[in-house]
């Protein structure tokens, strides 16, 4: 198998995984995947430019606009990932504040002399 081959197979399948909805449940088993995938997948792109095989295939158009949704697709897990763990740090600041609520003092009313 060649690695123009391997590359647009491993591109198919990570296409394939990026068009299933992302489940809050699978996330780490699918970002787990994908990132296997996009590990082989680079060591067979190095192959291919070593290699440099012919650039008249059109499956290499194929996976360059594959390529194109992957990516946008992997940019809005990576947000709704941020998302998600900006939500939890606000909760946990958020349970912190109603265990302890004096942990933080603010010094609403008090004086404050410029004199000295």
Do not use: C
């Not at 591109?11 to 068009?19: D, P």
């Not at 909805?21 to 082989?40: D, F, S, T």
């Amino acid at each position: 198998m060649t690695p123009l081959d391997s590359v647009y197979e491993l591109t198919a399948e990570l296409y394939g995984l990026v068009q299933k909805p992302l489940l809050a449940e699978e996330r780490e088993n699918m970002i787990a995947k994908v990132e296997g995938l996009l590990q082989e997948r680079s060591q067979y792109i190095d192959e291919l430019v070593q290699s440099k095989e012919s650039k008249n295939d059109s499956r290499g158009n194929i996976i360059v606009s594959m390529n194109a949704i992957i990516d946008s697709t992997l940019l809005k897990w990576k947000k709704s990932v941020e998302e998600d763990l900006q939500k939890t740090k606000a909760k946990k600041q958020h349970v912190n504040r109603y265990v302890n609520p004096y942990g933080n003092e603010t010094f609403d009313g008090s004086f404050y002399d410029k004199r000295n």
